[in-house]
């Protein structure tokens, strides 16, 4: 027996799970859902014990289980079938809870909502954050019934309340009326611990006594974080806390103090750095601010500042660890606004598209003839020399597509979004993934990671 609680990790099937054990469990279990990961990234089922809403459930005696799903990317109907046997598995190791609720985030929010609306599953209740647009369901093919069997507590930020609102109003004569509860800011599951923690006990509630407060404002308003910064060189300098293991987004030690201090201003961009990398990043409000891939900063929900990229991989791009210092620093003024995306519409932008898209078509000769065009428009376009190289070498030309990539190494692409090589890297796999598959992709891959 254990006079410590026991975290402990193995696989399920195809499936990773996490469990939290306490010291004596008091017959009740959390089983966690997770939302969209990206389809590259590895299978992971890590929750953080260190959390404070989690560390007390444990402390209280709750047994805890997390799954990774067998896979990455949309999973709904396989997802549910994941949970299932995790709750099965802990069954058979520690014994029937007395009671099994769900916490699901994001995407896990939709499929703890799914789970509420089966009629013979042996679940108490859910507590679902950040609900997606129904949307995302129905382009899965599935739909909600409205009709929940067990006490659902919606918590979703002011930002993202039409999916929770729509479910609430459609099931609001259902078997177990759910509650809805608004957190005044804006973001994607941007809560906090308390926030979590007061919802929780709320839903425990609604549990025992039946009651609760179906519709109300959640929020939690922490007080103001301390900055921890150096300022120095017109830079500040802070550290890098806890980074998700599959999202590859961190939380650091600055706070919007410090942003202000620099001169940096909300809906703008600047700049972040580690070591001798940096990028340019948007100071906003949540990931999708900014396309896919791109760098967003905001306020996390405990206050300090969160580095991101929308469904990428922050921490892996700056190749920062936690406990690392990193620094930020204000723009230019001019270039402050400037966005970095590709906008279709010139003649050279468009030029570039269809080039990657002819070579996704397997129709080389005329990606390499379609770029070559749009660089006699404009030389210095270096996503567009990438494409060039990337039909060089499915040609077969592997000389000239190995020139352009050493020429191009540590370049930044992008109004610097991206390193040259990391792209490359990125772009090698949607290439792989879309059937072309070359004998020369690895040996690029170890040119550009050297």
Not at 150 to 162: C, M, T
Not at 342 to 367: F, K
Not at 392 to 418: C, M, P, T, W
């Amino acid at each position: 027996i254990s006079i410590h609680p026991v975290v402990f990790t193995e696989h399920l099937g195809e499936s990773e799970i996490t469990v939290a054990t306490p010291v004596k469990w008091n017959g009740k279990l959390l089983i966690l859902a997770h939302g969209l990961r990206p389809v590259e990234s590895e299978l992971s089922s890590f929750f953080s014990t260190d959390d404070p809403f989690y560390s007390k459930l444990i402390e209280n005696g709750w047994l805890i289980g997390s799954t990774s799903y067998r896979r990455n990317g949309v999973i709904l109907n396989e997802a549910i079938e994941d949970i299932e046997s995790l709750r099965k598995y802990l069954v058979e190791r520690f014994g029937n809870p007395a009671e099994t609720y769900l916490l699901g985030t994001s995407m896990g929010a939709s499929i703890c909502t799914l789970i509420a609306e089966y009629p013979d599953l042996p679940y108490t209740a859910v507590l679902a954050i950040g609900l997606p647009q129904i949307s995302f369901l129905r382009n899965n093919g599935l739909d909600y019934s409205y009709e929940p069997k067990i006490p659902i507590l919606f918590i979703s930020n002011r930002s993202e309340v039409e999916a929770p609102t729509e479910y609430f109003s459609k099931s609001n004569q259902s078997e177990k009326k759910p509650a809805f509860w608004t957190i005044d800011r804006d973001g994607h599951c941007l809560v906090n611990s308390a926030e979590i923690t007061q919802a929780f006990k709320a839903l425990l509630y609604y549990v025992e006594i039946n009651e609760i407060e179906f519709e109300r404002d959640g929020t939690i308003e922490i007080s103001h974080a301390k900055s921890m910064a150096e300022f120095k060189d017109g830079k500040a300098i802070a550290e890098v806390l806890a980074i998700h293991p599959s999202y590859g987004n961190f939380n650091t030690t600055f706070t919007t103090d410090d942003l202000e201090k620099l001169g940096i201003a909300k809906n703008t961009y600047f700049q972040v750095g580690c070591r001798d990398r940096f990028f340019r990043i948007y100071y906003g409000t949540t990931y999708s601010d900014v396309a896919q891939g791109f760098w967003i900063a905001f306020a996390g929900a405990e206050g300090t500042l969160r580095i991101a990229r929308n469904f990428a991989n922050a921490a892996q791009s700056l190749r920062c660890h936690t406990g690392d210092n990193i620094y930020i620093k204000a723009l230019p003024e001019s270039e402050r606004n400037i966005q970095p995306y590709i906008i279709p519409g010139t003649e050279v932008v468009d030029l570039g598209i269809l080039a990657w898209n002819q070579l996704l078509e397997r129709d080389v000769l005329a990606s390499i003839e379609t770029s070559q065009k749009a660089l006699q428009l404009d030389p210095d376009m270096l996503w567009i020399k990438m494409n060039l190289a990337h039909a060089y070498l499915v040609a077969n030309r592997y000389d000239d597509a190995v020139k352009i990539y050493r020429q191009n190494i540590g370049k930044h692409v992008f109004k610097e979004s991206f390193y040259f090589e990391d792209m490359v890297l990125e772009d090698l796999d949607k290439l792989e993934d879309k059937g072309l598959n070359i004998i020369h992709f690895d040996k690029i891959r170890e040119i550009m990671r050297k």
